[in-house]
């Protein structure tokens, strides 16, 4: 399927990923193939886009406890086909945006380099 094939994620769920990553020490953000993704060095935090299904989607790196934590979870959860710390969310009209920005920061966290990691406020 061709980049041109897939829905334009929208600019709200753009707005509001961004609005997290942004904030973050020296968090970028650049088009991708397909979608929008975030990066701290060459590592890319996050990556959201539209799917052939017509579902938007956000991927991001978790802790392995978390991985498989939410892979077991299920929907709006899916664990991604490849990387073995990947993991993914459907955004959709009942997105837990709040849950997403901890999510969001976690895998800036497991990406960033250490030094910039310990700069970042994190809950317990």
């Not at 959201?48 to 579902?55: A, M, N, S």
């Not at 955004?91 to 945006?97: F, K």
């Amino acid at each position: 399927m061709e980049k041109r094939d897939r829905p334009e994620v929208p600019a709200v769920m753009v707005r509001r990923i961004r609005r997290v990553l942004s904030a973050l020490p020296e968090c970028h953000e650049e088009t991708a193939w397909v979608g929008t993704r975030w990066q701290v060095g060459r590592a890319t935090v996050a990556h959201v886009f539209g799917g052939e299904d017509q579902l938007f989607r956000v991927v991001f790196r978790a802790e392995p406890d978390e991985v498989i934590a939410l892979q077991h979870l299920g929907p709006p959860y899916f664990r991604s086909g490849w990387g073995r710390n990947v993991v993914g969310m459907l955004l959709d009209d009942d997105t837990d945006w709040d849950e997403l920005a901890e999510l969001l920061t976690d895998s800036y966290c497991v990406q960033a380099p250490r030094e910039l990691a310990a700069r970042v406020p994190r809950p317990g």
